[in-house]
């Protein structure tokens, strides 16, 4: 009788010790999965606050000022060309170096996730594609048989290379090569022992670049008026009796930027011309003379203006998309209205520089 209660006491004892060291081990997993789950929350809500952050767009900059840095504070370096090449350089700089840094090849949270920033980033680009090559092909030469500046062609080559590479190379590592290399075109302007490098600030290379700029205006301006879908009469032959094309078009055709694309249109019309912005005013530094020669300082004031509105706050949490006279706002259009104007100055001010 004892040796029974003896084995039901010992029975008893180890069938609780497992009993508890099961309960241990489902608390200790517990522990585990609920740290995970901390863990993971806190990413994300990291994640979420630097999305926010990293989307806030970099304030403007004094071209003027940022030229002398460039220089080291030499006033004696600034000559014709430094301060358009600097705005250029700083525009470059901050597109690669702004909170975040540049997100549009970013793989990994929140910037995989962020679209109008990387947008805005696309939409700087372009202006700094058009002005290197600028710079390239007309700027930095007499004529059009001269040669051509080494600095800006591989600059130009660089900051043509795919925007989205995240590896092999990085879209970073060429965009950071041509900063260099525009950074060795502006040393060589400012060396005044050396005439090789120039700068020739004439009206028929402004006309040149600002041609690319009335394009690239009446581009945006088109898509962001799209935003509530348009019919309009196809013009393309329009004006020439004799002109052909090579595959047959509607007469009418109907105009939408897609839905999901309308706030990307936006942001990179925002990116665009918070660039020219910079280039303009520079512009108006360097191509002084040939301004007031044509008495066309103030035309250019008032397209810097235009754009300058474009930069206004969106206090809006999302791009808003209402008809054209609805009862919801349409930023799109709004946007459209700042920049034809802009484009409409354009184009009168290459009119006054194609005066004599």
Known sequence: MLDKVKKLTSAISTRTNRLLGRDNDSSESSLWVKLLLSLVGLYFVVGIVLGVIWSFEPDQFDVSEQA???VEQDKSRVVTGVTTTSALIYVVDTMLHKSGGYLTNDISFPGIWLDNIPSWEYGVLIQVRDLTKALREAFSRSQSQSLENSHLASAESRFNFDNN???LPQTEDEYREGLGYLRSYQSSLGDRSSSSTQFYARADN???WLSTVETRLGNLSQRLSASV?????NTDLAGELDASQA?????ELVIKTPWLRIDNVFYEARGSTWALIHFLKAIEVDFAKVLDKKNARISLKQIIRELEATQSTVYSPMILNGDGLGMLANHSLVMASYISRANAGIIDLRELLSQG
């Open 229 to 233: 879908g348009q019919k309009r009469l």
């Open 165 to 167: 590479s995240w590896l």
């Open 247 to 251: 595959t047959q078009t509607p007469d």
């Open 68 to 70: 002398l840095i460039e």
């Open 206 to 208: 402004l006309r040149y």
